[in-house]
């Protein structure tokens, strides 16, 4: 399997398993509809192409801070797909794809992310030297539907 590799906060870096995404898109600030009462990680919804996709500030969700934006307030979005469902993981930048046949994965120590560990499989290494830790797009799928 391959991984999309993208970039939160404080330089974490995340992997999305390819076959779960969709497309990637650039919006502005402005065309985020807030919605009151959720979450702070969930910044709001957009309408892409005539349907709703919520948009979740991954950085935010594991306690790495908001995620930065950049001079035109774009930000950048994966569209992430799950159970024929459709949701948006605000990045900070995306890098690469990582061919996954090398790879192998450790469980995460509980006090790297704290209680948001739920929202991590486990880390691998990156051919740079960096580490990724690897989405797991399920259980951040339940927390959107809570």
């Known amino acids: 399997?391959?991984?999309?590799?993208?970039?939160?906060?404080?330089?974490?870096?995340?992997?999305?398993?390819?076959?779960?995404?969709?497309?990637?898109i650039s919006i502005g600030v402005a065309q985020v509809?807030?919605?009151?009462?959720?979450?702070?990680?969930?910044?709001?919804?957009?309408a892409l192409r005539g349907k709703l996709l919520w948009l979740l500030d991954l950085s935010l969700l594991l306690n790495f801070g908001p995620t930065s934006q950049n001079r035109t307030n774009k930000l950048t979005v994966l569209v992430a797909k799950y159970n024929q469902k459709k949701f948006g993981l605000v990045v900070k930048k995306l890098r690469n794809i990582q061919r996954g046949e090398n790879l192998k994965f450790q469980l995460i120590n509980q006090s790297e992310l704290g209680e948001n560990i739920r929202y991590i499989k486990g880390k691998s290494d990156l051919a740079e030297g960096d580490d990724f830790n690897l989405v797991d797009l399920e259980a951040i799928y339940k927390y959107i539907n809570q």
């Open 1 to 24: 399997m391959d991984y999309f590799i993208a970039e939160l906060g404080q330089s974490q870096i995340i992997g999305i398993p390819l076959n779960m995404t969709g497309e990637v």
């Open 33 to 46: 509809c807030p919605i009151p009462g959720v979450k702070p990680s969930l910044l709001g919804a957009i």
